[in-house]
């Protein structure tokens, strides 16, 4: 039994850290949102009343956060978590955040002998509640190594992508080719149902033909064609369309930042800053369907 600290219990988190205690793992977890850090309580985690206090004797610490910022303000600074984590303690950093702030966090981590991977995921709420995401992971071999059984207890597929940041990397051309795949498939969707195509009818047809994709397969945006999707649901749960229109952004900065040319990727972050105007940033990033719907 190994003592981990879960810090960040949202959508994701909280099925990723109910695996793990699952498995055997004495958790300590915290999160802003007391619920969440009730409910793993409650199943026999320890509630942390601060990340610094679920740290306290942590083996692994594990964080699942929003942003760049959130990530830096927790590791980095007078107040960060590396002024009090122990030498050789292994950090496993899970959220989608910048390269360059990832690689800031390593360098950070690396001057004070902690272990850290940068290792966002993708799979969504439902992977992470079945333990089936797919890691990608930057760092070095050595540290994937030390936490692979961890990862193991979470995902199914687990990448190494590259030295420090590149797991970051992976993760935002990932999230624009979804991005772009979920927007063609809502456009078409919506283009054959007007044209008086049944919905469950043409995603097959797609399904089966060169336009299938994840999309089509796993999480089609029109309601009704797939039970326990979010577009079935109201378009709650699953993955933010705010979290989808900064992952977006990030790829953006990184295809500037090494001056590669991304259209696709742009005109895609347009499209989700529009839903976020009209006040749909909370729903999931499916629920893009709706712009095309008269």
């Not at 149902?193 to 995603?203: E, M, W």
Request: hydrophobic share 45%; with cysteine; glycine share 12%.
């Amino acid at each position: 039994m190994t003592t981990i600290a879960f810090i960040g219990l949202g959508n994701m988190g909280l099925p990723m850290a109910r695996n793990l205690l699952r498995a055997g793992h004495a958790l300590r977890v915290f999160d802003l949102l007391e619920a969440s850090v009730a409910e793993l309580a409650g199943e026999g985690a320890t509630a942390a009343k601060s990340a610094h206090d679920a740290v306290q004797g942590a083996e692994i610490v594990v964080s699942m956060l929003p942003a760049s910022r959130h990530v830096e303000g927790l590791y980095l600074g007078e107040s960060g978590l590396f002024g009090s984590l122990q030498p050789g303690t292994l950090v496993l950093e899970c959220s989608t955040i910048a390269p360059e702030s990832a690689r800031k966090v390593h360098q950070a981590a690396a001057e004070r002998n902690i272990p850290l991977l940068d290792a966002p995921v993708s799979g969504g709420t439902a992977g992470a509640a079945a333990g089936t995401l797919t890691f990608m992971i930057g760092g070095k071999v050595e540290h994937l190594e030390q936490a692979r059984p961890i990862f193991e207890l979470m995902g199914k597929n687990i990448f190494h992508a590259g030295p420090d940041g590149a797991g970051q990397v992976a993760k935002v051309c990932n999230n624009q080719v979804l991005a772009v795949q979920m927007i063609a498939t809502a456009e078409a969707m919506a283009m054959g149902v007007a044209n008086g195509l049944d919905p469950a009818t043409l995603a097959e047809i797609m399904r089966q033909s060169s336009g299938g994709n994840w999309t089509l397969e796993k999480y089609n945006p029109w309601p009704g064609v797939m039970a326990n999707v979010p577009a079935s649901k109201g378009y709650s749960g699953g993955f933010m369309a705010e979290l989808m229109t900064k992952d977006l952004g990030l790829a953006q900065e990184t295809a500037q930042h090494f001056g590669n040319s991304a259209p696709m990727g742009a005109l895609a972050l347009q499209l989700y800053r529009m839903l976020l105007k009209q006040g749909k940033g909370k729903q999931d990033f499916s629920v893009i369907q709706q712009l095309f719907i008269d």
